[in-house]
């Protein structure tokens, strides 16, 4: 039989992480009836559709930090930071998709205005809502400056990434590895989590598949501690992904239903289209055509009932790819 590398889990990050240009989108100051200002404890809740952007505005005093949370209901999200000066920052796209929380950090070196853009980064027919958030803003201690130069690390990492080949992936896990060992000082073990969760993914489309499940498991054991199940998920997938890569069949299908099981404890549909295709593959290439023909026609199925016509082409082009041998 035909040994592939299974390519599901690239697609997922792809659609995960839909954002591919960091340009400066439009003009910094707006009119006044438009201009929001953050303030602490202030919260707002918006409709956004993909492709749109929202901008709020926060003022911070000389060595003041801000944590600011955006919570994701149904639209994925990407947050840009700018100063006054025009000055592009950091992005964060963290790897929960279209539900949960984004979490920005600044910290402020000099009286400033900063500007959070809100980039809906999903296609243009998806419509959801979020909420933002300023959940604390005082002076800075170090402990927050470990959080700064993390998230920084983090933001480099996301963008080289997007440079699509081997040398940018290899600089990800440099700026990713950096990230790490600030989240751990920081004492932030959600972000760990989720760095552990992406170093394994660098390293697994790298082949270095040994590495991936290292980092995979870790990441594995940190979100049981912390119930994070979304990122379970994921990293489950990652596994399941890597011990198929390692020829370790029958580890490899216990991973891919254990993250199917634990995307339907949370009822992420999007994800459970991504396992469900990826168990299509794993069947095609087992030659079990009628098992591999009902986990794809299930992602299908899925994908119409929450109307999303992009990832239903996606599953019907990977099917079609597999028929005729490519």
């Known amino acids: 039989m035909k040994h592939i590398k299974i390519v599901v889990l690239l697609s997922i990050m792809f659609t995960i992480y839909a954002k591919t240009s960091f340009a400066y989108k439009q003009s910094f100051y707006q009119t006044n009836t438009d201009k929001i200002v953050l303030q602490r404890n202030s919260q707002y809740k918006k409709v956004l559709s993909g492709g749109e952007l929202d901008n709020f505005y926060i003022d911070l005093e000389e060595n003041e930090f801000v944590s600011i949370e955006i919570m994701q209901n149904k639209i994925d999200i990407a947050v840009n930071i700018y100063s006054n000066d025009n000055n592009y920052m950091v992005t964060i796209d963290s790897t929960n998709g279209d539900l949960g929380p984004e979490v920005v950090y600044i910290l402020s070196d000099k009286p400033n205005t900063y500007r959070v853009e809100i980039e809906a980064i999903e296609n243009a027919k998806n419509i959801g809502e979020y909420s933002i958030k300023v959940v604390e803003k005082r002076s800075a201690s170090m402990s927050d400056k470990y959080l700064v130069k993390a998230q920084e690390a983090f933001s480099k990492a996301y963008k080289a990434r997007y440079q699509n080949s081997d040398p940018g992936l290899v600089q990800a896990i440099t700026f990713y590895k950096e990230a790490l ?131 239903r082409d996606q599953v019907k082009d990977n099917m079609k790819k597999l028929l005729v041998g490519e």
């Open 181 to 311: 060992n600030n989240w751990i000082i920081g004492r932030q073990s959600q972000k760990e989590a989720e760095t552990l969760y992406l170093l394994g993914f660098c390293h697994n489309q790298l082949d270095k598949y040994f590495e991936a499940k290292e980092y995979f498991t870790k990441a594995l054991t940190l979100e049981q501690r912390l119930n994070d199940k979304q990122g379970k998920a994921l990293t489950e997938l990652g596994l399941g992904q890597v011990y198929l890569n390692l020829k370790d069949k029958k580890k490899g299908s216990e991973y891919l239903f254990l993250a199917l099981n634990t995307c339907r404890e949370i009822d992420d549909k999007k994800l459970q289209i991504d396992i469900l295709s990826s168990l299509g593959e794993y069947y095609y290439f087992e030659g079990e055509f009628l098992k591999s023909s009902k986990y794809f026609n299930e992602a299908i199925e899925l994908c119409n009932k929450i109307g999303d016509e992009e990832k």
